[in-house]
């Protein structure tokens, strides 16, 4: 891999989708016409049409994105969710284009794709971070598994035939036990993914706390929790019953022994994005579920004395 222009940006797509080879096609002519390098995983590039001036990566690690200031990421929300984890291991900051349904995670649309090279070769973005959580699971006193998740880190039954038999704690105090489908432990990022869907509650991206949202409870308090972000949540699993599932961002997965203990705080490595602009995240919100807003009149304007 040789390329010494002075900026690099790196393109991660979704190559199975026409629209997210056609969008590639724009971004990377779009860069390079401005002086801009374009760095792409070779597995990727043998489906792109790309220019011979495209450095080519042969492995997917944290260090491919060395010298690059940018990870542009073209895709739907499992691509956006794959770009987060090199965006979370190299420290580079991730600009999501949804070609996809939703797209929290992303700053710009398919059509916006002349804009987003413009903003790129203008330097006119601004980087936020993102809270993620760091996951635990125990097993007799020993740690068996590590984790990380940006949006959730959900424990959920490994089968359709039984309950998932669980006790949920914060900060070292048991809280309710109930038989449930699973428990979404999330971040405000993924208060609009998982948990969402769950019946979890909307939290603002710029609000510090944690979620704990269980699915399909059969109880009576089985409601969604909003802890400190220095909380330390935890999910038991009782020793009795079937094996259970634990997914981080439903891409990474692992089995949950009977007895298996779940522990989930505030990660210590936030995930940085990229953003182009200010828009509220209410707009955001709206836009993304095309919520009714017919008959709003704003605030009240008094006229100035």
Known sequence: MTQNLARTVFLLAHTG????????????????????????????????????????????????LDGCELLIVLGGDGTLLRGAEFARASGVPMLGVNLGRVGFLAEAERDDLDRVVDRVVARSYEVEERMTVDVVVHRNGDIVHTDWALNEAAVQKAGAEKLLEVVLEIDGRPVTGFGCDGVVLSTPTGSTAYAFSAGGPVVWPEVEALLMVPISAHALFAKPLVTSPDSVLAVEVLPHIPPGVLWCDG?????????????????????????????SFTDRLVAKFALPTTGWRGAPHHPSE
């Open 251 to 279: 891409r990474r997965t692992v089995e949950l022994p009977p007895g298996a203990r779940v522990e989930v705080r505030r990660g210590a490595v936030p995930v940085r994005l990229a953003r182009l602009h200010h828009s």
């Open 17 to 64: 989708r026409p629209a997210a080879i056609r969008s590639a096609e724009l971004v990377v002519k779009g860069l390079l016409r401005h002086g801009i390098g374009v760095r792409v995983l070779e597995e990727e590039a043998r489906d792109l049409p790309l220019p011979e001036e495209v450095a080519l990566v042969k492995e997917a690690t944290p260090q491919c």
